[in-house]
């Protein structure tokens, strides 16, 4: 969200925005692939089966078309042009094609001489068409189709877009599923809406879905509000939240506390002494997280977990320091420093992770949180049932589920507990549609399932007990209800029998 300069906000406009800068996260696109990188100078990036360096992309806007040259180089691809009187010539049907491999008279090694000779993809197809003895007599549909699979194969062309909820969790869904818990775009979208997410609330969530639904609560809030993280183990994993590249001014207003804690905070036992009694610093945990992941994924997808803060190389400084540590002949005073330097380095950040989980504890303890989103691979009820504690009267909360039975029995305890209305329980069905002229039509292949969402509304509970004020007009309702007129009461049954009779 930017704003203008006259209107206050965490995150002043600048002027390049719209530009691509060094150390700016984008994101690769060729044909429905994209692929999230950190643009830094004299970095190999490998996309595709393409290996290249994005200096060349530092300076030009966002959404400009490149071409892979010779050495990996980026150039701006040029616009477009008209294509000539010959490709327009086309058959009648398709009948008398036959595909028995004969039909394209350049070879493997005829290809592989002009891609030596550094002829662009662009002249290869060209020639392929050239020496195709069928390509005449398809119909116009399928020579479109013919060159479009052709410069898939031998053009290299690649798109730089600014990050996005919809373009990371397209990119999530179609790479790595199991990693945001095949939550599919359409669904977070739902999610987004019927939680209320806008600027200035105060969120908590639950996910555990690489952080991709924080980054999209992040964006549509836009650096104003807060949100408050709760997460399992030793420290909240958010490979997908850096992809967005936020500025560091929208990291102000997000805090983390631990899953683990939350009974405590509810029961009015927790204090300072039960995070200090923690193994280690959430920071630290995080990026032992990102490094496991990284290294379950392909290479691909390693790039797309970035790092989120220039932390990232403490692991590798530990595992430094220890390796020093354990040879008695590398004992120098420099290296003796360094250590130092290190632990006292440790220690502010455990003493900061400390002061924003006692923080987060603070504003749980307010109970009066905007809205709750829970998304996570664990069961939705338990989570549910003392995370509704901390949400303030008439807000919204959403659970998100890869399947349909734990949201039934987390409906069913809900209805049970009461404190809730307008709970639904829905299935977004998605299908994509190719619109094209002549030859508009659903898409073959679609997706299966996107999740299940429950969602509903908070009310308060138990305010006859609160309020003595209440209770006392409480019971002179009853004492008039119990003093009214015996032939009153008699009415009702017998005009309802009566009722039925007419009926």
Not at 53 to 77: A, C, M, R
Not at 188 to 198: D, E, K, P, S
Not at 334 to 360: F, P, S
Not at 362 to 370: H, I, K, M, Q, T
Request: glycine content about 8%.
């Amino acid at each position: 969200m930017e704003g203008s300069e006259e209107q206050p906000g965490p995150r002043p406009p600048h002027p390049g925005d719209h530009r691509i800068r060094d150390g700016d996260f984008v994101v690769l696109k060729r044909e429905d692939v994209f692929k999230a990188v950190q643009v830094q100078r004299r970095k190999k990036v490998t996309f595709e089966k393409q290996w290249f360096y994005l200096d060349n992309v530092i300076g030009h806007s966002y959404g400009t078309t490149f071409e892979v040259t010779s050495g990996g180089s980026l150039q701006p691809k040029k616009k477009k042009e008209e294509p000539t009187s010959e490709t327009k010539e086309a058959g009648t049907d398709n009948r008398n094609i036959i595909d028995d491999g004969k039909s394209q008279k350049l070879t493997q090694d005829d290809i592989k001489a002009l891609k030596d000779k550094g002829i662009k993809g662009e002249e290869i197809v060209q020639q392929l068409i050239e020496n195709s003895t069928t390509f005449r007599d398809k119909t116009e549909f399928a020579q479109d189709k013919y060159i479009k699979k052709k410069k898939k194969k031998y053009e290299a062309m690649i798109t730089v877009v600014k990050p996005s909820t919809r373009i990371l969790s397209v990119m999530y869904y179609a790479r790595e599923p199991g990693k945001i818990n095949h939550m599919r775009y359409d669904t977070l979208a739902q999610m987004l809406t019927l939680g209320n997410i806008r600027a200035g609330n105060k969120m908590i969530v639950m996910e555990t879905c690489a952080g991709l639904v924080l980054g999209a609560m992040m964006e549509r809030m836009g650096g104003f509000g807060s949100i408050i993280q709760l997460y399992p183990g030793g420290g909240p994993v958010r490979a997908a939240t850096a992809c967005f590249g936020f500025p560091k001014s929208f990291l102000s207003g997000l805090y983390e506390f631990p899953l683990n804690q939350v009974d405590s905070l509810l029961n009015g036992t927790f204090s300072a002494e039960m995070l200090s009694s923690e193994p280690k610093d959430s920071a630290s945990v995080e990026e032992s997280n990102g490094t496991l992941e990284e290294k379950q994924t392909s290479e691909q997808e390693n790039e797309d977990s970035m790092p989120e803060a220039p932390e990232s190389n403490h692991p590798e400084e530990q595992e430094t320091m220890e390796i020093v540590s354990q040879d008695p002949d590398s004992k120098e005073p420099k290296e003796r420093g360094n250590k130092k330097d290190y632990i006292q380095e440790k220690q502010r950040r455990q003493e900061e992770q400390k002061k924003r989980h006692l923080e987060a504890a603070a504003l749980l303890s307010e109970r009066n949180a905007d809205g709750l989103i829970v998304a996570s691979r664990f069961h939705p009820t338990p989570l549910l049932l003392s995370l509704l504690d901390f949400v303030a009267p008439s807000r919204p909360f959403v659970v998100y589920c890869q399947y349909k039975e734990p949201l039934l029995e987390c409906y069913t305890k809900l209805r049970e507990r009461g404190g809730v209305i307008n709970l639904r329980l829905s299935e977004t069905w998605l299908r994509n549609y190719q619109v094209l002229p002549d030859r508009s039509h659903p898409k073959l292949l679609m997706s299966g399932g996107g999740g299940y969402l429950l969602s509903g509304f908070t009310v308060a509970m138990d305010n006859l007990k609160a309020d003595p004020s209440l209770k006392s007009s409480t019971s002179t309702l009853e004492l008039h209800k119990t003093e009214e007129p015996a032939a009153k009461k008699r009415k009702c049954p017998e005009s309802d029998s009566t009722f039925q009779k007419l009926l």
